[in-house]
């Protein structure tokens, strides 16, 4: 079984592998983490001291990722889309952006009969089945084999169809860059969607995820997804805590552990545009994955119908989550 790995692990382990690196051949810390088997990670809201050390780090490892826009922008078209800037805005570092991916959210909430406020960060859950992706009409979303969902920006036209179906609205659109800029003049979109990648390049280079790395308390320990979900079910049992991404959209591959449940949770921190809600999450691809059946035995109008129906459910869950865009 490959362990799950927290950052003080990551380092030993690392180390330890060292000596025998020469002898094998085979770089140390490739051989960390499995990248064939759905990798997860375990964030223990407890250990959070709320210090944007990951957010940084993030902002520093994936800065070449970052949007770098032509302007003047042109026409929008269809003009009804909303030009959405945030190069002006790049050190917003309290919302998720185009250029900010991950962010701290916190809640006041009260534990033991004592005042405290927990601190927690918020990224792309990278779901087991998700929505992003298999709905992503351009075919620019995907999922890698370790779990891993990313927007490949090089073919992306922003028309975000995968924020409309992600259940926290987290890709952000950046206007004035992108594929788009080379085609017809443009297309619907006229940008490129962009979220966190989970350090893709990194995991692949056997590297630990920047923020992981980055976080001097431990929070984030990663893994495969089977002992990553054991260990939550160990510290929810042990500190009485709660758990969220379980079962969340049918299950992600980010798994918080709390020490309140999610609803105070979710009633306590600030909702909206950029800033993704706690609430409980029904399993949207479910849902598609009916009307992809219904689509293929279904007489046209019946797979009109089955369409409407699986669009209205997909509104329900974001007014559910909502305010969220
Ligand atoms: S670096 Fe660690 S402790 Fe600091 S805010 Fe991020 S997760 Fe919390
Ligand atoms: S949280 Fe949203 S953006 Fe992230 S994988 Fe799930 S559906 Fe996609
Ligand atoms: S996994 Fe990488 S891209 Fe995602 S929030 Fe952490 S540092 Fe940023």
């Not at 798994?255 to 999450?281: A, D, M």
Request: charged content about 25%; aromatic content about 6%; glycine content about 8%.
């Amino acid at each position: 079984m490959v362990p799950s790995i927290s950052r003080r692990a990551f380092i030993k382990g690392g180390l330890a592998a060292a000596g025998t690196v020469a002898a094998s051949g085979v770089p140390a810390r490739a051989a960390r983490l499995d990248e064939r088997r759905q990798l997860a990670t375990l964030l223990d809201i407890s250990k959070c001291v709320g210090c944007e050390a990951c957010v940084e780090a993030c902002r520093e490892v994936n800065e070449e990722k970052k949007p770098n826009p032509r302007k003047p922008f042109p026409a929008m078209y269809p003009p009804r889309v909303k030009v959405e800037d945030w190069s002006d805005k790049k050190d917003v570092s309290d919302r998720l952006t185009p250029y900010n991916w991950l962010f701290i959210q916190s809640a006041a909430v009260e534990i033991d009969g004592k005042e405290k406020t927990l601190t927690l960060p918020r990224r792309c859950m990278h779901c087991a089945n998700p929505p992003c992706v298999k709905l992503c009409p351009w075919g620019a979303a995907q999922q890698l084999e370790n779990g891993i969902a990313r927007i490949d920006a090089d073919i992306c036209l922003g028309g975000s169809k995968c924020k409309a179906v992600c259940p926290w609205s987290i890709p952000q659109r950046q206007t004035g860059t992108g594929l788009y800029l080379d085609l017809l003049p443009s297309l619907a979109g006229n940008g490129v969607m962009y979220k966190c990648d989970r350090c893709y390049d990194r995991v692949a280079d056997g590297e630990l995820p920047a923020c992981i790395e980055a976080c001097p308390e431990e929070v984030q320990t990663i893994g495969p997804r089977p002992e990553i979900i054991k260990k939550a079910h160990q510290l929810a049992k042990e500190t009485g805590g709660y758990i969220y991404g379980e079962t969340e959209n049918g299950g992600t591959n980010t798994i918080y552990v709390s020490p309140v449940p999610f609803e105070t949770l979710n009633r306590q921190i600030e909702k909206g545009s950029g800033r993704p809600h706690l609430k409980s999450v029904a399993a949207t691809m479910e849902q598609a994955d009916k009307l992809v059946a219904a689509m293929l035995i279904a007489p046209f109008a019946g797979a009109i119908a089955a369409a409407g129906k699986y669009y209205k459910m997909f509104k329900s869950t974001k007014e559910e989550g909502a305010p969220n865009e």
